[in-house]
């Protein structure tokens, strides 16, 4: 039960009579928590929200995801209201790319094409070509000319994956996720012998080492499309495991273990900045309209270029 608003089945039949009153439209990413992606209109990874998001009719886009999905949102479409549930819920990824720091980057390679991972603030992708999901970087690079000078940030772990698989030797910004960076490589062979038929399904945030003994690496959407087609019994989850509820839902016969991180004292496998999104908060925040995504005009507008690059290209 949470405070303040009572218990969650009344919260959840407010936020659905708000939402309908407000036409807004609530997406959630599949790391927010359970009873959040239940009163979800639409659920996907970082590319489906983007994808929706542009689409929408609705008044109100309230997002249940971090601040760069709510950024992404509300450049894509500047004339809408961007809620999302809890500002502070940002992206450790994101916030090891600094604008600043990043232009310099960029400025030192003036003859490269810069794409940027979608997980990276506004003034990031000010700065960027084309930005890229886990679900469509490989597809996106695969059409620039095979000897075409690339800059790619933030994530390390994504851009080796990406220069593993298409042969490219992108040069990469040094950044990551503190929740996929962490997974550990010992725990999980453990895990594989414990459980020797399950398959290990691995985001490609997470470190070289992890890739390489994955049965299927991909963004969130694609371990998901994996997991229902394939015909193994029990996976091994190598990503945030708020991913195990939609996994769990849409394969109710099968076993979904959640990949230990390397430290077993805290919950590593989860994104406390995703985690900061209550039911309680995303009431509030519809029922007050605030908080607001804002965008300065001028980094939206260069920003967007971009992102919808990547939305053709995808
Ligand atoms: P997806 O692109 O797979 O949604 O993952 C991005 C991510 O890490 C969100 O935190
Ligand atoms: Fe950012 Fe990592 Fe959390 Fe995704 S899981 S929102 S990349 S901190």
Redesign the pocket.
């Known amino acids: 039960m949470e405070s303040g608003a009572g218990n969650l089945s009344e919260l959840k039949e407010k936020i659905l009579k708000l939402k309908k009153e407000k036409n807004a439209l609530i997406m959630a990413?599949y790391?927010q928590r359970d009873e959040i992606q239940e009163i979800a209109d639409f659920i996907g990874d970082s590319l489906a929200l983007a994808r929706r998001a542009a689409e929408t009719d609705a008044d109100i886009i309230l997002m249940c995801?971090?601040h760069?999905?709510g950024e992404t949102a509300k450049i894509l479409c500047p004339d809408k209201k961007v809620l999302i549930p809890d500002m502070n819920?940002?992206?450790?990824?994101?916030d090891s790319c600094d604008p600043k720091e990043f232009e310099e980057f960029v400025k030192s390679k003036p003859d490269h094409t810069v794409i940027s991972y979608v997980?990276t603030s506004a003034d990031v992708k000010a700065l960027t070509d084309i930005v890229v999901t886990s679900g469509n970087a490989r597809k996106i690079v695969e059409q620039l000319p095979a000897d075409e000078k690339i800059i790619f940030g933030p994530?390390k772990n994504l851009g080796e994956y990406i220069n593993s698989v298409t042969g490219r030797n992108m040069v990469l910004w040094n950044g990551a996720?503190?929740?996929?960076d962490r997974f550990s490589l010992e725990k999980i062979a453990e895990l594989k012998k414990e459980h020797p038929g399950a398959k290990i399904l691995v985001h490609p945030?997470c470190r070289r080492p992890l890739q390489l003994i994955a049965d299927k690496v991909g963004s969130t959407a694609a371990l998901l499309d994996f997991a229902t087609k394939d015909d193994a019994r029990e996976y091994i989850v190598v990503?945030?495991s708020g991913i195990l509820f939609e996994m769990r839902k849409k394969c109710p016969d099968k076993v979904f273990i959640a990949a230990p991180a390397e430290d077993a004292e805290c919950q590593c496998n989860e994104?406390?900045?995703?985690k900061m999104n209550t039911l309680e908060k995303v009431y509030k925040a519809l029922r007050d309209e605030t908080p607001e995504i804002k965008v300065d005009k001028e980094v939206a507008e260069k920003a967007v270029k971009s992102i919808e690059r990547m939305l053709e290209m995808s």
């Open positions: 990413h790391y995801g971090v760069f999905m819920a940002g992206c450790s990824l994101a997980n994530d996720c503190h929740v996929h945030e990503t945030e994104c406390d900045f995703m």
